[in-house]
């Protein structure tokens, strides 16, 4: 019998109700005792293996694509349901524009039937609060088909329980390069200057004041003399007394007073500031994670690739850290369903309870 037959009368005995009831009881059941142990909080995927899925059944490319879909809605619905928070799918590289034109045209068409079916009928980004998020340059996409995502982006944007980043078209160098870019940019702009704070016990607000009243006190003492003199004067001194008399607020030339202040005129005129940069040395691994895609979202704790391919293939090579668990399967992704996924999930967890009681031992050894 065809590999194709025998899959199609597979997929109709678990489609029949009575095994589907069972199934689904079942998968509940499995949920649930997951739900027990620590979850991986973000999950990534690279959905591997639809071409040779199709070639493998002789059926066409796009049909191998479209079931790959349908494989993409039961693995979320698992991850969603187990508490994952963030789950990135690698969904089209920048480098598949190379593919043949049929197929990309045929892609790019699949993709948009698909948004809007996530859109207008699914309610799985209803059910579960999903938030979509689009990493990539979108610019390369067709108008259409970004406009779409644009779309799909803005009405999913106020879900907050769940995110689905999906990468397409992405590579994981052009998301580093455009991070480095725009810290560069960031450290170019100049610090602002520091306002200086108003201090009434100053050195300079207490010299102005000392000054003023200086001044407003041989003010009156000149005004004061410069009357006593006009009513005693005599004949001889009627050049003095006269020019005193017309000008009284002008001082005598053997009385030195400081010179008088303009208020438009600052005492002491600010020195011009140094323009400053931020320290390159402060750039940091956080300084960084601050202008990625991922900004704000936890690592990955968890990576799966099918089709037996044990590559990444330049796909979250940041975000991927020291405790990332890497898992590489033989499957292709239109078969990956809840019993290819189970096993990496019950080993992830086994993996890191082990690591957590190193590290209580670790913790305990040391307070000894």
Not at 161 to 189: F, G
Not at 223 to 240: F, I
Not at 305 to 334: A, N
Not at 344 to 356: N, S
Request: aromatic share 10%; with cysteine.
């Amino acid at each position: 019998m065809p590999p194709l037959h025998f899959s199609q009368i597979r997929k109709w005995f678990f489609q029949s109700p009575p095994v589907e009831w069972a199934v689904f009881q079942l998968r509940e059941l499995l949920i649930g005792a997951l739900k027990q142990g620590p979850i991986p909080q973000h999950v990534a995927f690279v959905m591997d293996g639809n071409r040779r899925f199709a070639k493998k059944h002789r059926i066409e490319t796009v049909e191998g694509h479209n079931l790959g879909f349908e494989a993409l809605a039961r693995i979320l619905e698992i991850c969603y349901k187990s508490g994952v928070k963030v789950v990135t799918i690698y969904a089209f590289s920048t480098e598949n524009f190379n593919r043949s034109k049929y197929e990309v045209d045929a892609l790019m068409s699949m993709a948009k039937v698909k948004l809007f079916q996530l859109l207008q009928h699914g309610d799985l980004l209803e059910r579960y609060g999903v938030s979509l998020r689009v990493f990539g340059k979108r610019e390369l996409l067709n108008p259409d088909l970004f406009e779409d995502i644009n779309r799909a982006v803005e009405v999913t944007s106020n879900n907050s329980n769940v995110i689905l980043n999906v990468c397409v078209p992405y590579t994981s160098r052009e998301e580093i390069a455009a991070a480095i870019k725009n810290t560069v940019v960031e450290y170019s702009q100049p610090l602002p200057s520091p306002i200086q704070p108003f201090r009434s016990f100053s050195e300079t607000h207490i010299s102005h004041n000392i000054r003023s009243r200086h001044l407003s006190t041989s003010a009156e003492r000149l005004r004061a003399h410069s009357a006593s003199s006009a009513g005693t004067s005599d004949a001889e001194d009627s050049t003095v007394s006269s020019s005193t008399t017309l000008y009284p607020d002008t001082p005598p030339d053997n009385l030195h007073l400081p010179t008088t202040l303009d208020p438009d005129v600052p005492l002491n005129k600010p020195k011009s500031q140094p323009v400053s940069f931020p320290d390159p040395e402060s750039i940091t691994p956080a300084t960084l994670d601050a202008h990625m895609f991922t900004v704000g979202m936890p690592p990955i704790d968890l990576l799966v690739r099918t089709s037996g391919v044990e590559r990444l293939s330049d796909f979250m090579l940041w975000q991927c850290h020291e405790d990332t668990k890497i898992y590489f399967l033989k499957c292709l992704w239109p078969e990956f369903d809840l019993w290819g996924f189970l096993p990496v999930l019950l080993e992830w967890q086994w993996k890191k309870r082990k690591a957590e009681e190193l590290t209580s031992f670790s913790v305990g050894t040391n307070r000894k």
